[in-house]
């Protein structure tokens, strides 16, 4: 069980825009710092997203997210058929040592 | 360009060992902070340790605790992990993760690591 939750799955229409969830605890997304991964079949994972909302160099716009309290949310706009992928929040955890928790991902299908 | 090259991944008998290797390049790799994480065959993604950019602080899962070993040679800009009493659960892709202003940035290809006998 993940120390992070995410829905499993989610689909949406090209051009749609989706929001995936990522609820913690204090102890991580409540005061730290959290990421978005984007990860195809068979590659490594690519940050999308860090400090909750701010977009690493060459993601498009298209891909935003936020944060609040202790729940993070990644919104992807004008959904794409490229877009389908696996996507993670991360967090960095203080309790009891230092850790880095993931959700356990939500496979995101475009229909 | 960042580049990440792991490297001694393969097949081990339960409770043999590993070495893994990252070799980094195109990144001041003294200065930043290190990770190893790990995805099982068809599972998400699981942090296994992290080492401070001097290498004084490090921390571990409680599932490889007492069992895997980090390491850094700066000189060398290549990070370590030394995998001991593996279990089939150990199975997994393992990557090595470089941070830069941007935590947890910079992703290796994977090395994957097998525990059967």
């Known amino acids: 069980q993940s120390v992070l939750t995410q829905p499993p799955s989610m689909s949406g229409t090209p051009g749609q825009r989706v929001t995936i969830s990522c609820s913690g605890s204090?102890?991580?997304?409540?005061?730290?710092?959290v990421n978005w991964y984007q990860q195809f079949p068979g590659t490594a994972p690519k940050l999308l997203i860090y400090?909750?909302?701010q977009r690493r160099s060459g993601v498009p716009d298209r891909f935003s997210g936020s944060k609040s309290g202790t729940s993070a949310s990644l919104a992807i706009s004008g959904l794409q058929s490229g877009d389908e992928a696996d996507y993670y929040c991360?967090?960095?955890?203080?309790?009891?040592?230092?850790?880095?928790?993931f959700g356990g991902g939500t496979k995101l299908t475009v229909l | 360009e960042v580049q990440m090259e792991d490297s001694g991944g393969g097949l081990v008998q339960p409770g043999g060992s590993l070495r893994l290797s990252c070799v980094v390049s195109?990144?001041?790799?003294?200065?930043?902070?290190m990770n190893w994480v790990r995805q099982a065959p068809g599972k998400g993604l699981e942090w296994v340790s992290y080492?401070?950019?001097?290498?004084?602080?490090?921390y571990y899962a409680d599932s490889v605790k007492g069992r895997f070993t980090i390491s850094r040679d700066n000189a060398e800009n290549s990070l370590f992990l030394q995998l001991n009493s593996l279990r089939a659960e150990d199975t997994a892709v393992y990557y090595c993760?470089?941070?830069?202003?941007?935590?947890?940035?910079?992703w290796g290809q994977g090395s994957q690591v097998t525990v059967s006998s």
């Open positions: 993760v470089g941070s830069g202003y941007e935590p947890m940035k910079y």
């Open positions: 204090t102890s991580n997304i409540g005061r730290n710092t």
């Open positions: 195109g990144y001041t790799f003294s200065i930043y902070e």
């Open positions: 080492i401070s950019s001097s290498g004084e602080t490090i």
């Open positions: 991360a967090a960095w955890d203080d309790s009891p040592n230092g850790r880095w928790v």
């Open positions: 400090r909750g909302d």
